[in-house]
């Protein structure tokens, strides 16, 4: 017999017990969970993780998960997924420049302060999204600077695009020649280098769950997103001083 003060101890739980158990007739006719769309997540959610129960404040342990996803995984259907989130983080990142608009009464705030954290933040989100929902489609190092490398290359070819032939369009350029050249060299460079130091700290945070299984804790990749953020702003501070030059 099960003592009260037991009776809604965790451990008392029927999924839990070997033994069969009766289900609840009202069971039957309650309204279907939400639970079970995202494996991931009812792992992380399990009360089993709770701090009161593990006495620890930590992630839950995933690297069972990731390893039995891992082996349904193709080499080819991993790259894809890598290229598809590189695909999707340029654009991304520009949509979301555009929205934070850039046409403000405080446009040099915006260039120098909110564009780099926008910008560096949406850039490695195709990537933050597999690391965080699909890891066990991440297996190399080399997937975070692709997807970092495509994604700057793409949103950089997009805002030069709408530089040269919609921001300046109409302005009378000292230089126009040299300034195409100057996005196309020096602009691309930029957000390349950028998002690699980005990405850098995504990597640190997959080798760390490779060694100790647990989910990931995008906090531990700030240092390396903050120094892109500060170079990418340094930056725009300068050419926004020099694109008087051209």
Same mark, same amino acid.
């Given at each position: 017999?099960?003592?009260?003060? @037991?009776?809604? !101890?965790?451990?008392?739980?029927?999924? #839990?017990?070997?033994?069969?158990?009766?289900?609840?007739?009202?069971?039957?006719?309650?309204?279907?969970?939400?639970?079970? @769309? !995202?494996?991931?997540? !009812?792992?992380?959610?399990?009360?089993?993780?709770?701090?009161?129960?593990?006495?620890?404040?930590?992630?839950?342990?995933?690297?069972?998960?990731?390893?039995?996803?891992?082996?349904?995984?193709?080499?080819?259907?991993?790259?894809?997924?890598?290229?598809?989130?590189?695909?999707?983080?340029? %654009?991304?990142? $520009? $949509?979301?420049?555009? =929205?934070?608009?850039?046409?403000?009464?405080?446009?040099?705030?915006?260039?120098?302060?909110?564009? %780099?954290?926008?910008?560096?933040?949406?850039?490695?989100?195709?990537?933050?999204?597999?690391?965080?929902?699909?890891?066990?489609?991440?297996?190399? +190092?080399?997937? /975070? #600077?692709?997807? +970092?490398?495509?994604?700057? #290359?793409? /949103?950089?070819?997009?805002?030069?695009?709408?530089?040269? &032939?919609?921001?300046?369009?109409?302005?009378?350029?000292?230089?126009?020649? !040299?300034?195409?050249? /100057?996005?196309?060299?020096?602009? =691309?460079?930029? &957000?390349?280098?950028?998002?690699?130091?980005?990405?850098?700290?995504?990597?640190?945070?997959?080798?760390?769950?490779?060694?100790?299984?647990?989910?990931? @804790? #995008?906090?531990?990749?700030?240092?390396?997103?903050?120094?892109?953020?500060?170079?990418?702003?340094?930056?725009?501070?300068?050419?926004?001083?020099?694109?008087?030059?051209?």
């Amino acid at each position: 017999m099960v003592k009260n003060n @037991d009776y809604f !101890d965790v451990r008392n739980e029927p999924w #839990l017990k070997e033994r069969a158990f009766k289900t609840d007739p009202s069971e039957q006719k309650a309204p279907p969970t939400a639970s079970g @769309d !995202d494996e991931l997540a !009812d792992r992380q959610n399990s009360v089993a993780y709770e701090p009161a129960l593990t006495g620890k404040l930590e992630q839950p342990y995933i690297g069972d998960w990731i390893q039995e996803q891992r082996q349904r995984c193709s080499l080819a259907g991993n790259l894809g997924a890598t290229l598809l989130a590189a695909l999707i983080g340029g %654009p991304f990142a $520009v $949509v979301g420049a555009i =929205m934070a608009g850039r046409q403000t009464s405080a446009a040099i705030l915006y260039t120098v302060l909110f564009a %780099p954290i926008i910008e560096e933040l949406l850039k490695q989100s195709g990537m933050i999204y597999l690391l965080e929902k699909k890891p066990y489609r991440l297996f190399s +190092a080399t997937q /975070f #600077l692709f997807g +970092a490398l495509i994604s700057a #290359l793409i /949103f950089a070819g997009i805002e030069n695009l709408m530089y040269i &032939h919609l921001y300046t369009a109409g302005k009378d350029l000292n230089n126009p020649a !040299d300034y195409a050249l /100057f996005r196309w060299t020096v602009c =691309m460079g930029l &957000h390349g280098v950028c998002s690699l130091i980005a990405s850098i700290g995504l990597i640190r945070l997959w080798k760390r769950q490779q060694t100790d299984g647990r989910a990931i @804790d #995008l906090a531990g990749a700030y240092p390396c997103f903050a120094t892109a953020m500060v170079l990418h702003g340094l930056y725009n501070l300068v050419v926004t001083v020099w694109n008087t030059t051209f």
